[in-house]
């Protein structure tokens, strides 16, 4: 069983930068792809970027590409999304996930999720 909490969500201006964390635990993290996803309000959850944690490859939505990073600390079992240059449409609740491989929709944990507001 993996456990997943999420932190670092907030209200920030457009333009800055925001980085969100995810701990995980429990289970064998190693054996997981490790994902992003985004639901805002009256939208359906949308993924945001992966990360595999054996070999760093990495898939970023479209609408990310260029100004958000995922990355991984094995030691500290720590997944990140580092968000640049947020826009009011970024505004969403930002879930952590583990699939057990790449997928745009399914994913076997989720985190409880962090907020993240962005104002114009």
């Known amino acids: 069983q993996v456990q997943l909490v999420e932190s670092g969500g907030g209200l920030v201006q457009a333009g800055d930068s925001l980085v969100l964390s995810c701990a995980a635990s429990?289970?064998?993290?190693?054996?997981?792809?490790m994902a992003w996803f985004r639901q805002a309000p009256g939208k359906e959850r949308d993924i945001v970027a992966t990360?595999?944690?054996?070999?760093?490859?990495?898939y970023y939505a479209d609408s990310v590409k260029g100004r958000f990073t995922i990355s991984r600390d094995n030691a500290k079992n720590q997944v990140y999304l580092r968000m640049n240059d947020l826009k009011p449409e970024d505004t969403a609740v930002y879930y952590c996930?583990?699939?057990?491989?790449?997928?745009?929709?399914?994913?076997?944990?989720w985190g409880q999720g962090t907020q993240v507001t962005v104002s114009s």
């Open positions: 429990g289970g064998t993290i190693s054996n997981y792809v």
């Open positions: 990360i595999n944690w054996t070999t760093s490859s990495t």
């Open positions: 996930a583990a699939q057990p491989r790449m997928s745009t929709r399914q994913a076997d944990y």
